[in-house]
Nanobody, 126 residues
Framework: QVQLVESGGGLVQAGDSLRLSCAASGRTFSNYVMGWFRQAPGKEREFVAAINWSGASRAYADSVKGRFTISRDNGKNTMDLQMNSLKPEDAAVYYC???????????????????WGQGTQVTVVR
């Protein structure tokens, strides 16, 4: 399976922006649907956003739609999540995920993906 490493997390104030990155290993990055999930303390890991193999199709959770933007660069084997207008409820550990040749959907569950990064912490204070 593909190896994934997230970066870019940190502590910000409400209303600020962060850009998370996910670096993938291997030569087959373009064949994967990529996604972002997040998990806050005491909560289940939840879907945030996903992007298809070409980058032409994107899906977002309703809670982040209009504020977050997912993108990918298949030449660099990277996927990013631009997070704007951050809210305290966005605070969580953010994970990138991948699944080879999965059909694109408007939303995803945790079990749809089989490759995961270690996570990066995002903290948002008022």
């Amino acid at each position: 399976q593909v190896q994934l490493v997230e970066s870019g997390g940190g502590l910000v104030q409400a209303g600020d922006s962060l850009r998370l990155s996910c670096a993938a290993s291997g030569r087959t990055f373009s064949n994967y649907v990529m996604g972002w999930f997040r998990q806050a303390p005491g909560k289940e890991r939840e879907f945030v956003a996903a992007i298809n193999w070409s980058g032409a199709s994107r899906a977002y959770a309703d809670s982040v739609k209009g504020r977050f933007t997912i993108s990918r660069d298949n030449g660099k084997n990277t996927m990013d999540l631009q997070m704007n207008s951050l809210k305290p409820e966005d605070a969580a550990v953010y994970y990138c995920a991948a699944k080879l040749q999965m059909a694109f959907r408007l939303t995803y569950s945790l079990t749809d993906f089989d490759s995961w990064g270690q996570g990066t912490q995002v903290t948002v204070v008022r």
